[in-house]
Each structure stands twice: as structure tokens, then as C-alpha cells.
């Protein structure tokens, strides 16, 4: 199985730091964002990974290619530790990078790696640290039930205006529709998007569809996935505990002021 991590697009809530610095490679803790997620994946087994870029993410390639000038100044200071580090990104997968220079949502960009991609794949945001255990259960729970899936958790109820909220078919988890920002009487659950799915190859069909009958602004992923959902498709949903979003200075700086504290993310 392989894995799509977005990462093309600049976002101005974490500006002006951002002008420069791509968002995922932002520090957390002990190493940038989107080190922490490649690291997750691995450890769920995938080694296959696409990164969707734009020409402005070029750090993201250095950061997971190897640096011979730097390693070698390294191996004349003997600072073997150092080396290990710098080394270690570049050798936990096997990278793709894909450019995405326009800012055409999500189903365009998992669109752009179809010709990479052979069979079921994740999609996951370059901008956050997720449970550890999350990426094992989504595939444990692929591979029982064969059906595409969604990751969510759960907010305090007052909080759903915010967020894109599942819908549910009764008594179970297969989700009925997805209602992006409804107001709290409306919202059908307190169950959250968190913006992670597990995909077959056939939902391609359905960004292809969007490429060639919507504008730009509507070539949404979920848009895809919920077209498939009206042809009777099941789609599951999977809840997890909350991710640490670093979509915000704060958010950034509330992820490190807890690892600080407590050396790890997830207790």
C-alpha cells in the first residue's frame, strides 16, 4: 500500500514564518511535522510515499534526500550522531514527488498521482501528528471490511461548526452523508473529519468526474468520496483519538509546549 501526502499549498495562518519555510517542515518537538508522519506510516508498513508539492516545497525534497557535502563534514568531525539524524529521513521510504502549482483542492491533487498509484492508497495532510496506532487500525480495518474509509473524532458538541460532521446510517458506521461547518443545531453528530482516508483505486472514476464537470473551487476529495457514497458505494468511518493540528502559529506552538512538558504527543 502507498501513501499521498499533500503538502503543495502555502497557508497564511502560519505567515510570515511560512513565506520560506515549507509548513510541514516546521519543528515539533524533536523533528519537523511531516517527519512524524512519515515515520507513522512506516511503521504501519508503508514504504511507498507520494508527496504532492508545489514548486515553492522544494526543502521538502532536500529534507528526505541526501545531503553529500554536509554528511561528509559530518563523518571528518566524527559527529556520528548528527549523521544518523540527517540520515535517517532519507532512508525510511521510497519517495515520489509529484507538483501541484495551482491551488485546485484536494481532488485534483490526489488526481495528479493516479499514474503512480496501482492499488488501495491513504491520503493524509502534511500538517499534523496523528495517534500512532491511527495508520495500523485504518489498514487492520481495510483489510476486514473492503470498503473505503475516513478517519473522525470526536469534539465537544459546541465545537462542530467548525469542522466537516459525519453522518451516519443508523447503527452503524457507514457513513450517510459529510456536513462541512453546520451550525450546532443542525449538526448531525459530533463526530469530526480529520481529513485522513483509505482509498480504492476506483476513486479515481470520481476525480476524474470532477477534473472535467466542476469548477475549480469544488474538486474537493470529500466531494469525490461522497459522490461515491450516492452510488451506493459503503464508506466506513473510523474513529481515533484527536490529531495535533499545526495549522496555526498557536496550534503549532501549543504541539511543542506539550511535548516539552510530557516527551511525547500521545499518552
Known amino acids: 500500500m502507498k501513501a499521498i501526502i499533500v503538502a503543495a499549498w502555502h497557508w497564511t495562518r502560519t505567515l510570515p514564518i511560512t513565506k520560506t519555510i515549507p509548513k510541514e517542515l516546521l519543528p515539533v518537538g524533536d523533528k519537523p511535522v511531516v517527519h512524524h508522519i512519515v515515520d507513522s506510516l512506516v511503521a504501519a508498513g508503508i514504504r ?16 528526505f534526500s ?4 554536509l554528511e561528509s563534514a559530518l ?32 481532488a ?13 492508497f491513504l491520503v493524509v495532510f502534511g500538517d499534523a501528528i496523528y495517534p500512532p496506532e491511527m495508520f495500523g487500525d485504518m489498514i ?13 473524532h470526536e469534539v465537544d458538541p459546541s465545537l462542530v461548526y467548525k469542522y466537516g460532521v459525519f453522518e451516519l446510517h443508523d447503527w452503524s458506521n457507514n457513513i450517510k452523508r459529510v456536513v462541512e461547518k453546520p451550525s ?32 475549480s473551487g469544488e ?5 469525490a468520496i461522497q459522490h461515491m457514497i450516492d ?34 504527543f500521545f499518552k
Do not use: C
Open 48 to 63: 511507498d510515499i507520494i508527496f504532492i508539492i508545489s514548486d515553492q516545497k522544494k526543502a521538502l525534497i532536500d529534507y
Open 66 to 69: 541526501p545531503h553529500p557535502v
Open 75 to 106: 563523518e571528518t568531525k566524527w559527529k556520528d550522531d548528527l549523521l544518523s539524524a540527517i540520515r535517517e529521513p532519507v532512508n525510511l521510504a521510497n519517495y515520489t514527488y509529484v507538483h501541484q502549482n495551482e491551488p485546485l483542492w484536494t
Open 108 to 120: 485534483h491533487a490526489v488526481w495528479l498521482a493516479q499514474e503512480y498509484i496501482d492499488d488501495d
Open 140 to 152: 487492520t480495518h481495510y483489510n476486514k471490511y473492503k470498503t473505503p474509509l475516513m478517519v473522525a
Open 184 to 215: 450546532v443545531e443542525d449538526a448531525p453528530s459530533n463526530l469530526v473529519s480529520n481529513w485522513v482516508y483509505l482509498l480504492p483505486y476506483e476513486i479515481f472514476s470520481y476525480t476524474n468526474n470532477l477534473m472535467q464537470s466542476v469548477t
Open 219 to 223: 474538486r474537493h476529495l470529500p466531494v
Open 231 to 264: 452510488d451506493q458505494r459503503e464508506v466506513h468511518v473510523l474513529p481515533t483519538r484527536p490529531f495535533w493540528d499545526i495549522g496555526s502559529i498557536d496550534w503549532w506552538l501549543e504541539a511543542n509546549s506539550y511535548y516539552y512538558q510530557n516527551k511525547t
